[in-house]
């Protein structure tokens, strides 16, 4: 039996049970503590422990679940804690100080609103984090990096362990539980029909409904789709009462109605990719590695996103998707219908999104590579050495890309 391993993340942590899972099927014992709902984890017969914190800024708050946090570590005596999210992989370092007994792995799925935005209240709440974070590294074993860019902004800046730190793009995708998802879902025609679609073209956008999100930029550009193709209808899938001050408003929302459509967060996301013409991603975050663009890419649908750091790592620009600048609505319309009027070219492009993703982003792979961080951490082999174990040699897929980018240019094709 390989050793407990106690996986700390946010409200969403629940999207992480395939992950656990598989680590479980690996032998480690597993347990997760995170501030969502306790029923999945139940379903799924895990060791399951709920604590409260502030996704925003809340000193108090984050003082209360800092010491929850060491009571559970101490309560559970883990080998390993593993934590994802921003405020876990501050917190859980500072909880942990002074135990020698746990080893503490940080990964850094996107830096978020605090170093994405321009604001007056993230330039000066910054360098303070900045601080913190260089007093969490010293309690961190590993820093787990989504993309080279965070890992070159937190090494920059002094904020990672000086030799602990690495890169494991995404959180990995479970395959067959996607395609399950697919096959027991509703048929595009059953979604069309609930939703009121009828034989529109449809460009489907799934994250969060808040600013920084690019939400504002998504409905200026539906607006400007709109005047060319007015049949084409923008479906909104995720949360927006729970974004506190950076939710867009229902009046924003309500100023583009009928081409518009928010319909909240919802379980069939697997389905809903099914009737999308178009997937949109206009994130202005530095995101990790997105799961939304990874199913999107999954299922084949053409896509369109900003050329952010983990955006940028999933769609390569004109070869399997399109990549526009943040907080510019005219490129994201312009390439919208792009997509829209040269359906051959949108579907090539998602096919080499769905074999990009299911090469480089599946869940097996991604868990053989923090299995073997797990173990090196244990036997005292470094944490770069066992990942380059698991990836030694390219693999069979990027010599195919290899050899389709050599015949592209031989006869002078777009590559990006």
Known sequence: MKPHLLCIGGEDHSLRIPFLLALRDRGFRMSAAGSGDSAPFAQAGLDYHRFDFHRFLNPIADWVALKTIAELI????????????????????????GRRDARIISTINGLGWLYSSRSPLALGLRPVYQVLQR????????????????????????????????????????????????????????????????????????TRLARQKGIPTLLEAAALVHQHRPSVRFLLVGPRENEGPFAVTQAELDRHAPYVLAVGPRSDVPA???????????????????????????AACPIVTTAMPGCNDVIRDGWNGFLVPP?????????????LRDRASGETMG???ANFARHEFNLDLTVARYSAVYEGLLNG??????????????????????????????????EG
Do not use: W, Y
Not at 168 to 193: K, N, Y
Not at 327 to 339: N, Q, T
Not at 381 to 408: I, K, M, W, Y
């Open 135 to 206: 007093l969490a590294a010293r309690s961190t074993a590993v820093t787990v990096f989504q993309n080279r860019d965070d890992q070159a902004f937190f090494a920059s800046h002094r904020m990672a362990p000086r030799r602990g730190h690495l890169v494991i793009p995404g959180s990995g995708i479970d395959i067959e539980r996607f395609e399950r998802a697919v096959a027991s879902g509703p048929s595009p025609a059953e979604l069309r029909h609930v939703l009121g679609l009828g034989a529109c073209e449809v460009v489907l956008t799934v």
């Open 327 to 339: 907080r510019a609505p005219r490129p994201l319309a312009e390439r919208i219908l792009d997509l």
């Open 74 to 97: 101490a309560e559970l005596r883990p080998r390993l804690v593993q934590c994802f999210d921003t405020k876990p992989c501050l917190l859980v370092p500072l909880a942990a100080r």
């Open 351 to 353: 096919l080499r999104a």
């Open 381 to 414: 082999t470094s944490p770069q050495q066992s990942v380059n174990a698991v990836d030694d040699g390219p693999t069979e897929f990027e010599h195919e890309r290899h050899r389709q980018a050599l015949r592209s240019s031989a006869i002078g094709g777009h």
């Open 272 to 298: 809903l990719l099914g009737l999308a013409d178009v997937f949109a991603f206009p994130t202005e975050l530095r995101e990790g590695i997105p799961r939304a663009l990874l199913e999107a890419a999954v």
